[in-house]
């Protein structure tokens, strides 16, 4: 597996295991879109997308965690806001 497949997988596990639940108790969701250079773009879906705290969650929640369960990670940011990774 070439390491960017195997970053992608190590992303996608914490979210589906340490964030995505969290995020579903208040009806919101959260998936990957894409992984460049360390930065990971997400879309957050439900109640995330029109909650106003949604900025908080993304960088003190869903950023932080990231960060300390996957070394590399630089950043998270939302996909739609850089239509350059709107899919992968």
Do not use: H, Q, W
């Given at each position: 597996m070439?390491s960017?497949?195997?970053?992608?997988?190590r992303?996608?596990?914490?979210?589906?295991?340490?964030i995505?639940?969290?995020?579903?108790?208040?009806?919101?969701?959260?998936?990957?879109?894409?992984?460049?250079?360390g930065?990971v773009?997400?879309?957050l879906?439900?109640?995330?997308?029109t909650?106003?705290?949604?900025?908080?969650?993304?960088?003190?929640?869903?950023?932080?965690i990231l960060?300390?369960?996957?070394?590399?990670i630089?950043?998270?940011k939302?996909?739609g806001?850089?239509?350059?990774?709107?899919?992968?």
């Open positions: 070439n960017y497949n195997n970053l992608r997988e992303i996608l596990e914490v979210i589906e295991r340490d995505k639940p969290y995020l579903e108790m208040d009806g919101g969701s959260i998936s990957l879109v894409n992984v460049y250079e930065v773009y997400v879309e879906t439900g109640a995330c997308e909650c106003p705290s949604s900025n908080m969650t993304l960088k003190r929640g869903v950023e932080a960060k300390r369960k996957v070394s590399g630089r950043a998270v939302l996909a806001l850089d239509s350059t990774f709107a899919s992968d």
